[in-house]
């Protein structure tokens, strides 16, 4: 019971990652732009990976055709919000075949995709706000 309700924690977590990226994207100076980017393709590339994952499928794409990286990132990852919050307990405990890790559910997955938006958010955010990346 505990681990699930760590998933649906971390599962509404990942859901205001949208609102923090948006909010730290729109902040960065142009000069952080490129470097922006950068991480924004490294999110999308993630995500891409993820709803392969979790889906056994290839990422749903908006069907309006996202302009911005943010906006390409935000339909993948509601499309597969949209999927993971309807799974039942049992669901998130099924396997799933995630690279170097021989063992890992959707539980798991949904952890590591939390680990990944919080390293790359802190990474735009520090970018924002004019700190050095390390």
């Known amino acids: 019971m505990a681990d699930l309700l760590e998933c649906l924690i971390q599962l509404k977590?990942?859901?205001h990652s949208l609102d923090r990226l948006e909010r730290f994207v729109s902040a960065?100076?142009?000069a952080a732009h490129p470097h922006v980017d950068?991480?924004?393709?490294?999110?999308i590339?993630?995500?891409?990976?993820?709803?392969r994952a979790l889906l056994c499928r290839e990422p749903v794409r908006d069907p309006s055709g996202c302009a911005t990286r943010l906006g390409r990132f935000a339909a993948v990852r509601r499309a597969t919000l949209s999927v993971l919050q309807g799974y039942s307990a049992e669901e998130l405990g099924r396997p799933v075949a995630w690279p170097g890790r021989p063992r890992t559910s959707v539980a798991d997955l949904v952890a590591i995709m939390l680990a990944?938006?919080?390293?790359r958010i802190?990474?735009?955010?520090?970018?924002?706000?004019?700190c050095r990346t390390g």
Not at 38 to 43: F, P
Not at 116 to 119: A, L, P, S
Not at 122 to 130: D, F, H, M, P, V
């Open 116 to 119: 990944h938006d919080t390293e």
């Open 45 to 51: 590339e993630a995500e891409d990976a993820y709803a």
């Open 13 to 15: 977590a990942l859901e």
């Open 38 to 43: 950068a991480l924004m393709d490294r999110l």
């Open 122 to 130: 802190g990474e735009i955010q520090r970018l924002a706000t004019g």
């Open 28 to 30: 960065a100076p142009a």
